[in-house]
């Protein structure tokens, strides 16, 4: 089975442009999540969705961030201006319903570096 | 509020000897669920194992053991005979029963295991 999926897996971009990062979850899976990380504040979770419909973005950092699932398997995570301290790993993890204890899985993550 | 402190930033072992990464939790939610993730060189995050916070047997998966504990709020793993493969971060996370998909992580342990 195919576990989440992301990509690029490796994004390099100058300060200022537009940052667009996929996901496909794994099938069936009704929640998807968003983290970053970075080796000064961990890992963050940034929004999540629940059958596609964004239930908590409080963790976006700033209006620059923004994220879209318009069906149950696609996700995107739009970063528009790109700045270099949004350069971290982002991860994309799903899941069954968290309530029954569900574990979440991630995808590769994406190494993004804004120079 | 939730929180989980692992407060062992890095370790190093020897090969094959024993290792204990330790994890200590809060929360005022009397059902909950335990995790931990392994996240070696190559980034991935890898789940291991989750507990349920009403059973406390311990488990045992081959080298890897955990202990928990509610009444010190522990979740300690244990890794026997290690091996340079164990080389890794391990991250410790936490999540409610109700009202909340959130998992809340630790700052995870950077375990070198050293032939």
């Known amino acids: 089975d195919a576990g989440v999926i992301q990509s690029p897996r490796h994004e390099v971009t100058e300060m200022g442009q537009e940052v667009t990062l996929r996901c496909k979850p794994i099938?069936?899976?009704?929640?998807l999540f968003w983290y970053r990380q970075t080796m000064m504040r961990g890992l963050e979770l940034l929004i999540y969705?629940?059958?596609?419909?964004?239930?908590?973005d409080s963790g976006m950092p700033e209006d620059r961030f923004s994220a879209k699932m318009p069906n149950a398997s696609f996700s995107t995570l739009k970063i528009q201006p790109s700045e270099p301290r949004d350069s971290a790993v982002y991860f994309c993890?799903?899941?069954?319903?968290?309530?029954?204890?569900?574990?979440?899985?991630f995808g590769p993550g994406t190494r993004l570096t804004v120079l | 509020a939730q929180k989980v402190t692992q407060a062992q930033t890095e370790i190093s072992v020897v090969e094959k000897e024993d290792v204990t990464l330790d994890c200590v939790y809060e929360?005022?939610?009397?059902?909950?669920?335990l995790f931990w993730y392994k996240q070696p060189p190559s980034g991935e995050l890898v789940f291991l194992i989750r507990?349920?916070?009403?059973?406390?047997q311990n488990e045992i998966s081959g080298r890897y053991s955990w202990n928990f504990q509610k009444s010190t709020s522990s979740f300690n793993f244990t890794i026997t005979a290690s091996q340079v493969v164990d080389s890794a971060v391990y991250f410790c996370?936490?999540?409610?029963?109700?009202?909340?998909?959130?998992?809340?992580f630790g700052t995870g342990t950077r375990l070198t295991i050293i032939p």
């Open positions: 993890a799903s899941s069954l319903i968290p309530a029954g204890g569900n574990e979440q899985f």
């Open positions: 099938s069936g899976h009704d929640y």
């Open positions: 969705f629940n059958n596609n419909v964004p239930i908590d």
């Open positions: 929360t005022r939610d009397t059902t909950y669920y």
């Open positions: 507990r349920n916070s009403f059973d406390e």
């Open positions: 996370a936490l999540r409610s029963r109700f009202g909340n998909e959130k998992l809340t």
